[in-house]
């Protein structure tokens, strides 16, 4: 089609002043182009209504071609639709008087666009006459035109909906629109209109290889904003058509977000390509679920026990090792390298050289945590001269009694995921008499296997026995070292060891306690009936004064974590949990809520909590602890919730109860845990000087927990100066001693961050594991700073080194520049953005600090998995060519 020449050069002309318009209604305002324009389209109106046929056609024709070839800026109407909205009402009137022909449907399709600008708010007019219109192509009048009938459709639909209407011929023009939006990488709208009219599937038809990489994108982000059950019907649309385009890596990992284990499996059958299997293991390993694969899944018994190696983890300690070498931090350091005394005036450290077990406990803890997984420290493992057991030995004894259980375990963290060598060092402890060493010794054979899964078993095999001593100490040992080596399994053999010591009558309450932790740790997220059945009945057991107790706590928090992230799964166990002593009821009800929505960025159930917190209660009412804690497990899941939970808690601060502000520390950390924010990090350090000394334990702790394995210089400050500040209250001080170890975990090597994936995916053991450790903190006195300090072993389930560790196909390391920065949300943004900002180009293995993502910076290699994370097999680019 010719364009007309007043047309083209229309748009070229500056639209005049408005307001003018309307004070001298004069024909001279326009230039002589417009006025020519005006009166041909005037022309045509006329002719329109011609009762010749023909000259009606002529002048459809002619006004189609104006209206279409019109050209026009962003921000103002076309010429030709501004000339013809006078006539809007006389052409309405007279197509309602028009024969049915072609000649109508001509003009509905015109009057349709003019709707665009001319009908009232909420006619759906554009709509109406596009549905009487011709069937033809709707794209040709423009993406504006499109947009406007993609939101009348969407009322329209919900209109119809409630009336129970026919919806075909909206259907119809759906299938187009969304036809036409793929077409011109508007995506996101097609999305969001399939969402309104609720028929998600037909996006799988319409997407190609060029686009589904940013329609899964928009489609998985846009899932946390979504009500339940939409969210779920958009991650599975999202896992069809990645698997469609046999894009199995993020297939995977959406399935892994529904804890789906039909579709790993079917991501597993639907890929014959071994090296990218052993990815998909990696993936999961990363995860920390137990998997064990079958047949179907990997054909080949040789293949199928590599593959399961790696999802059993045992490659970790191997990896870890070679990221510490290359960044050069293999030689151990002492507790004395991590408090850095000399930088401190005089008074401080004079009282440090006295020594105090409580001081002592605290260096065992200091070089567990600097030292985790080094296989090397300056305490527990150094080779001895004489034969007399050395210098650990030396170590151990000058721990008190309960202090003797977290030193034995020490030297398990020391040796941490290498678990041969690990058993073979403990084993020494088991031959000595004293029950807290072996209770430390059993505690430490779970820890050396956290998160490794073994085909013989060797913790099971060797903490059973051990389970049923007369020894409490001797028994918690062995119960948390279990409920920490198999955490996530669903281990049957386990629960029919410890499920019978829940109603045992004669046990004493601590052991009752470890015992639902390791049960809700081993069923983390399972929703088990029988396990649940069992805590439930130990809490019915429960004496009045057992209530009082501190560790009592524990038991509704081992209920919850079986339902953790499991959403509407927990509301039977809720409804009983209402039946219970009202010491203990609405603790259990906030422990439970929190644990089922943990992860899901549910706005309502964060509301729900608030309104717990913002009550003013009387002393002896502990359920508002959890509550604040609950506000951060439910709000860690995106960013934007976080960033709001982070502002309520700070008003908490202000107007809450005393019980509430020795919480909201801890919610801060759970919030920006492993990733120091500024602002949470100030509040933190004004909270570490507060006059209620629970309050500044926690905050210690947490400025602890913010900086885990950042090695942040400034909260290595603030605690330094916080030791000197302290160094008369022995209780503050342990608690700064134990910040300090945090923040250098690892040597800096290692992360606390439960999210993992670029923060999509959420690994339930480690969060469980947070949230034991949170929980025994809102009793800092009785249970951290009492004889249960061993709880703090409940971390090792959450770290994890934060590695990008590539490796070939053998699965050697492989070193390549990668570049590593601030990792940019670019969803629904035009184009090929830029994925990362700030980047520094490193060569691998590298650490990721949160927030930063890494790309390749060579082409020589293809990445197997999008996501580069842990370990990443690379396999090498057949079209690459070195440049000369």
Known sequence: ?????????????????????????????????????????????????????????????????????????????????????????????????????????????????????????????????????????????????????????AQEYAKRQSEEAPIDDLMELVQQIVAFHMKHNAEPEAVDLLMEVEDLDLLIEHVDSTNFKRTCLYLTSSARYLPGPDDMLVLDIAYMIYLKFEEYPNALQIALFLDNMQYVKQVFTSCDDLLRKKQFCYILARHGITFELDDEMAADDDDREALQEIINNSRLSEGYLTLARDIEVMEPKSP???????????????????DSARQNLAATFVNAFV?????????????????????????????????????????????????????AQIDKYFHLSDSHIIAGALLGVGIVNCGIKNDCDPALALLGDYVDKDDSSIRIGAIMGLGISYAGSQNEQIRSKLAPILNEAKAPLDVIAFTAISLGLVYVGSCNEEVAQAIIFALMDRSESELGEPLTRLLPLGLGLLYLGKQESVEATAEVSKTFNEKIRKYCDM?????????????????NLLGHCSQHLDKGETHQGPAVLGIAMVAMAEELGLEMAIRSLEHLLQYGEQN??????????????????????????????????????????????????????????MLRNLSSYYYKDASLLFCVRIAQGLVHLGKGLLTLNP????????????????????????????????KY?????????????????????????????VRVGQAVDVVGQAGRPKTITGFQTHSTPVLLAAGDRAELATEKYIPLSPILEGFVILKENPEYREEH
């Open 1 to 153: 089609m010719a364009p007309d020449p007043n047309a083209s050069s229309s748009g070229t002309v500056p639209s005049k002043d408005p307001k003018k318009k309307k004070d001298e209604k004069k024909e001279e305002d326009l230039s002589d182009e417009d006025l020519a324009l005006k009166q041909q389209l005037e022309l045509y109106v006329e002719r329109v209504q011609d009762p010749d046929p023909g000259l009606q056609k002529v002048a459809l024709e002619s006004m189609r071609q104006e209206i279409r070839t019109s050209t026009s800026s962003m921000t103002s109407v076309p010429k030709p639709l501004k000339f013809l909205r006078p006539h809007y009402g006389t052409l309405k009137a007279y197509y309602e008087t028009m024969q049915d022909s072609d000649l109508k449907k001509y003009l509905a399709d015109i009057l349709s666009v003019l709707a665009l600008t001319m009908s009232a708010e909420g006619e759906r007019e554009s709509l109406k006459y596009r549905l009487l219109g011709s069937e033809g192509d709707i794209g040709s009048w423009g993406h504006e035109y499109v947009r406007n009938l993609a939101g009348e459709i």
């Open 336 to 354: 004395e390298d991590i408090y850095k005394a000399h930088l401190l005036d005089g008074r401080a450290s004079a009282g440090a050289s006295v």
């Open 371 to 423: 030292n985790a997984g080094f296989g090397q420290d300056k305490l527990m493992t150094v080779p001895s001269d004489n034969t007399s057991g050395g210098s650990s030995s030396n170590w151990l004894f000058k721990n008190k009694e309960h202090g003797k259980t977290s030193a034995a375990a020490s030297l398990s963290m020391i040796l941490l995921w290498d678990v041969d060598a690990g058993l």
């Open 591 to 607: 422990t439970l809520l929190s644990c089922a929505y943990a992860g899901t960025g549910n706005v309502l159930k964060v509301q």
């Open 660 to 717: 509430i502000r020795q919480a909201v520390p801890l919610a801060l950390a759970l919030l920006c845990i492993s990733n120091p924010k500024v602002n949470v990090m100030d509040t933190l350090s004004r909270l570490s000087h507060d006059t209620d000394s629970e309050v500044a334990m926690a905050a210690v702790i947490s400025l602890g927990l913010i900086g885990a394995g950042t090695n942040n210089a400034r909260i290595a400050g």
């Open 755 to 786: 999210y993992h994936s670029e923060r999509f995916l959420l690994s339930p053991t480690a969060l469980a594991g947070l949230v034991t450790m949170l929980h025994a903190c809102l009793d800092m006195k009785a249970i951290i700073l009492g």
């Open 789 to 817: 300090h061993y709880i703090l072993y409940f971390l090792v389930l959450a770290m994890q080194p934060r590695m990008l560790l590539t490796v070939d196909e053998n699965l050697k390391p492989l070193s390549v520049p």
